[in-house]
């Protein structure tokens, strides 16, 4: 009973958040096709974060803003500033996954392996002699 009391509050609390599969999937599509060329303007200008488009800002990690003395002794303080993005890769594998464009192979090698196959014979053998019997 606790479990789908739980599975019922997760339900509430995913429909009061807005969270849908879609959204999340689009989500995740945002940071997987994003292109940093678009932070910038023409002048490779940093553009101001709220006139960016809504999929640019959803890539974006983080902004860090410095100051600091780029020449040494001038006197003067630059502004820098600093743009991060949420992991590219990851978005893109999870969005291959999803859609069956990627499968996880698994190797499994057995020491000892012509002893294991000699087992599986035998058990081929019998189970094929177990057929043939009337």
Same mark, same amino acid.
């Given at each position: 009973?606790?479990t789908?009391?739980?599975?019922a $509050?997760?339900?509430k609390?995913?429909?009061?958040?807005?969270?849908?599969?879609?959204?999340?999937?689009?989500?995740?599509?945002?940071?997987?096709?994003s292109?940093?060329?678009?932070?910038?303007?023409?002048?490779?200008?940093?553009?101001?974060?709220?006139?960016?488009?809504?999929?640019v800002?959803?890539?974006?990690?983080?902004?860090?803003?410095?100051?600091?003395?780029?020449?040494?002794?001038? $006197?003067?303080?630059?502004?820098?500033?600093?743009?991060?993005?949420?992991?590219?890769?990851?978005?893109?594998?999870?969005?291959?996954?999803?859609?069956g464009?990627v499968?996880?192979?698994?190797?499994?090698?057995?020491? $000892?392996?012509?002893?294991?196959?000699?087992?599986?014979d035998?058990i081929?053998?019998?189970h094929?002699?177990?057929?043939?019997?009337?």
């Open positions: 009973m606790k789908l009391a739980k599975e $509050g997760k339900a609390a995913l429909k009061l958040a807005e969270i849908t599969a879609e959204r999340v999937m689009l989500e995740i599509a945002r940071v997987g096709v292109d940093i060329g678009q932070v910038f303007d023409s002048k490779g200008q940093l553009q101001p974060i709220k006139d960016l488009p809504k999929d800002r959803a890539a974006i990690a983080s902004v860090k803003t410095l100051k600091t003395n780029v020449v040494s002794g001038d $006197g003067q303080q630059e502004e820098t500033r600093e743009v991060k993005l949420w992991d590219k890769l990851s978005a893109l594998t999870l969005l291959a996954k999803h859609f464009l499968t996880e192979k698994h190797d499994v090698t057995v020491h $000892g392996s012509e002893a294991l196959q000699a087992v599986v035998r081929r053998g019998a094929a002699g177990a057929q043939t019997k009337p």
